[in-house]
């Protein structure tokens, strides 16, 4: 008798409602009463202005900016940046960090390869008084790291580097040549359940680079993937890639490189878009050479044979005499920024309103990734045994119980 007048106690009545009054006001009780349970934002309105806007940290590259689509990597978001040796994938994630120390952020960066160079990092505008770094010994640590920091609300951004050097405590208390399949793809797809969540609702900007592995006996198609299986690929809400260009020299001596990047996922923003800029040893990202770049581009800076001039004023024959000449005089440079922000503005303002004209640099941007949309999405990648790591066969087996 007790255990039947329990479950009469648990029976939920549902309502049949009619009158579209009544409808209302039962449906307001109800999201009251989830934000009661569950707290404010729980449950809103897709048109709720509050929900669509998305905050936006720079990246220190106003072409990789434009690229974007923002003005930046989305903040409560997961990022993934990718890309070959010495391509330039860290050098882009710590100008994340200095831009959003410089919009007054707090950040954090989580060293799973023990490589981060402090003078570099401080060379590039990257506040390393107050940044907070962790060097853990394992994946596990590495995630568990992150996670708290995020569910902390007070860090703005994390960088982890990199998901290929992280190392599952399993494989740490084995033996050197045991095989230890699928283990980080599992961990990788644990972690991402549990901090998509915790990110979104803290705002925190949580950036992982990851490296490139190429799949055996591919003969069709792109054989390179990253390492810690598709997890991370899903529940990313931007991928960057991150390839490098020609060097740069003055005589025979390396001053640094092109830098190419292409958005081949964008969940904000239109994705396929690409963009160049410098990055020069020692120094980070070139700004002087984007904002040459971009001002060719948008016709501010005009460009005769191998000189280029702006207004009045002859800027040097050859790009980087003319990047020489913005560098010693910064009244100049200056000026011409502003045009460009100016130029950006108008179209941003004209894609608002509907204006199917499109800019000078969206259009060099889209013509860059030299590929469609359709096209990407009718070549299915080729399937490997690290794609399907993340199911363990005793997960298989379970089914059928």
């Known amino acids: 008798m007790a255990i039947d007048k329990k479950k009469k106690e648990k029976d939920v009545k549902v309502h049949n409602i009619t009158d579209a009054e009544e409808k209302k006001k039962a449906l307001e009780t109800a999201i009251a009463f989830i ?139 084995g033996e050197m040549g045991d095989t230890h399949v699928g283990q980080l793809a599992r961990l990788m797809s644990q972690a991402m359940r549990k901090l998509t969540g915790v990110v979104s609702k803290s705002n925190t900007t949580c950036v992982f680079i990851n ?68 990055i020069m040893y020692g120094k980070g990202i070139s700004r002087v050479g984007e904002v040459l770049d971009a001002a060719v581009d948008l016709g501010i800076v005009k460009k005769g044979g191998a000189w280029f001039s702006y207004e009045d004023y002859k800027l040097g024959q050859g790009r980087d005499n003319s990047k020489q000449f913005l560098l010693d005089h910064p009244d100049i440079m200056a000026e011409i920024e502003d045009k460009i922000k100016a130029a950006m503005a108008d179209d941003n303002a004209s894609i608002g309103g509907k204006n199917d004209k499109k800019s000078k640099l969206e259009e060099k941007a889209n013509a860059g990734a030299g590929i469609t949309a359709d096209k990407a999405v009718s070549e299915p990648e080729n399937p490997s045994d690290e794609d399907f790591e993340e199911f363990a066969p005793i997960d298989i087996d379970s089914l059928g119980e």
């Open 211 to 278: 490296q490139v592995r190429e799949k055996i006996g591919v003969m069709y198609g792109n054989p390179e993937t990253t390492p810690g299986g598709r997890a991370l690929k899903f529940y990313a809400s931007v991928r960057i890639e991150v390839r490098r260009g020609e060097q740069i020299k003055d005589g025979g001596e390396v001053l640094g490189n092109r830098t190419k990047c292409k958005v081949v996922k964008n969940k904000v923003a239109p994705p396929f878009k690409e963009c160049e800029f410098d």
């Open 35 to 173: 934000e009661k349970q569950f707290g404010k934002g729980a449950i809103m309105k897709l048109g709720d202005a509050r929900a669509m806007d998305v905050e936006a940290i720079p990246t220190g590259s106003m072409m990789l900016d434009m690229a974007l689509g923002i003005g930046g990597v989305p903040r409560g978001r997961i990022i993934e940046i990718y890309g070959p040796e010495s391509s330039g994938k860290t050098t882009v994630a710590l100008h994340i960090i200095a831009e959003t120390q410089k919009m007054g952020g707090d950040v954090a960066f989580i060293d799973v390869e023990h490589a981060l160079d402090p003078v570099y990092a401080k060379n590039l505008g990257v506040d390393i008084d107050s940044m907070l770094v962790s060097q853990p010994d394992s994946g596990e640590q590495a995630l568990e790291i992150a996670e708290a920091l995020a569910r902390s609300g007070a860090i703005d951004c994390i960088v982890i580097d990199s998901v290929a050097a992280m190392v599952t405590k399993a494989e740490i208390d």
